[in-house]
């Protein structure tokens, strides 16, 4: 079986969190391939297009993708289709099939003087499993009345729900068999067949317990009380603006990972695999950038691509131990911890491994 990761580090700090991750990758799993190409600005910049053809192909003959960022201000005057995000995000969803998000929110308990909750005696640790290729974001839009009316079409088939809620239930089965389904079903035609369909495939697996909750109800709970939640199973644009929330009550946003999945290929979970945060411009190519991120969704990769939960697992711990050990980047420095650059906290969690 190949074990060959297609590494796109893209734009700004994408670039240099992307080599701090395949360094650890390389101690934490040996029989990986790296290939790497050019994606967002970088590639636009190349050859005229943010997602050059030549990159999906290398992604379509890779086990998994490790994006680090695309965009900046460089792009931003673009025409839509070529700016980086729309240009070449949304494709690489829609052209791999990535269509299931998904997006821890914890709190490592070095860090817990960053979350605003640190006083609710508990650390936050759920996950939102969004859909990512349905929805609003890939609905038939329009404008009418020379340009003074537009429209944006959101649509969902059983097909697309059931596949997402297979999803969501197999991240809650190895975590705390808790899956809380949201949407707004009170109004939405969309929302009520969702509810539907999370209802029949809770029925066939009661293992896992369901309950729904309306979304401007769980914008309110994630502020209430965040550790009612083990996984949040939620539609695409749902899970956007929620999965925002959810990771800013971590107070780290920049130390959080995320997975796209698509379906199976030869037995293994296809993915894509990239850190929450940007390309952050202002920081890049000075060394500051945090790269546990993208170094914690290299281990999400290892777990859910390569089932290799004991690699994923080693590098989570030398990442916690590293700030145990009192190691900040700048982002994330407070009095008493040691300021160190990028390839220096790389440099350490290799250290760990190693050790
Ligand atoms: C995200 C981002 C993207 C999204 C944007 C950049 C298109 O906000 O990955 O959450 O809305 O999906
Ligand atoms: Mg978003």
Avoid at 132 to 157: M, P, W
Wanted: hydrophobic share 40%; proline share 4%; net charge negative.
């Amino acid at each position: 079986m190949s074990n060959k990761v297609a590494v796109l580090p893209g734009d700004g700090i994408g670039v240099e969190v992307i080599a701090e991750t395949v360094k650890v990758l390389k101690v934490a799993k040996p029989d990986l391939e790296f290939e790497e190409a050019l994606v967002g600005g970088a590639a636009y910049d190349d050859c005229g297009q943010p997602l050059p053809q030549s990159t999906l192909d290398l992604c379509r003959a890779s086990d998994a993708v490790l994006l680090g960022a695309v965009g900046g201000p460089k792009w931003d005057k673009l025409p839509a289709q070529l700016r980086p995000e729309i240009g070449a995000l949304l494709p690489l969803r829609a052209e791999l099939e990535l269509f299931a998000n998904v997006r821890p929110a914890k709190v490592l308990r070095s860090l817990l003087n960053a979350s605003p909750l640190k006083n609710t005696g508990g650390t936050i640790d759920l996950v939102v499993v969004r859909e990512l290729t349905g929805g609003i974001y890939f609905g038939h839009r329009e404008r009418q009345d020379n340009g003074n009316t537009a429209i944006d079409t959101c649509k969902y088939s059983r097909f697309e729900i059931e596949r997402i809620a297979e999803v969501a239930i197999s991240v809650a089965r190895r975590r705390n068999h808790q899956i809380t389904s949201v949407d707004k079903h009170n109004v939405l035609e969309t929302s009520r067949l969702w509810r539907e369909v999370v209802d029949e495939m809770a029925a066939n697996n009661q293992d896992v317990k369901v309950t729904h909750m309306l979304v401007d109800n769980c914008a309110m709970q994630l502020i209430r009380d965040p550790l009612q939640f083990d996984v949040i199973l939620t539609e695409n644009m749902f899970g956007d603006i929620l999965s925002d929330e959810a990771s800013m009550l971590t107070g780290s946003l920049g130390l959080l990972p995320s997975a796209s999945l698509g379906s199976s290929r030869n037995g293994r979970t296809f993915g894509l695999y990239e850190p929450v945060h940007g390309s952050a411009p202002d920081i890049a190519g000075q060394g500051r950038a945090n790269p546990l991120a993208a170094i914690l969704s290299g281990a999400m990769m290892l777990k859910y691509t390569f089932a290799d939960d004991s690699g994923a697992e080693r590098i989570e711990a030398a990442v916690d131990s590293v700030l145990e050990d009192g190691l900040r980047t700048a982002d994330v420095f407070e009095k008493g911890s040691r300021l160190v650059t990028t390839s220096e906290i790389g440099d350490a969690i290799v250290a760990k491994l190693a050790g």
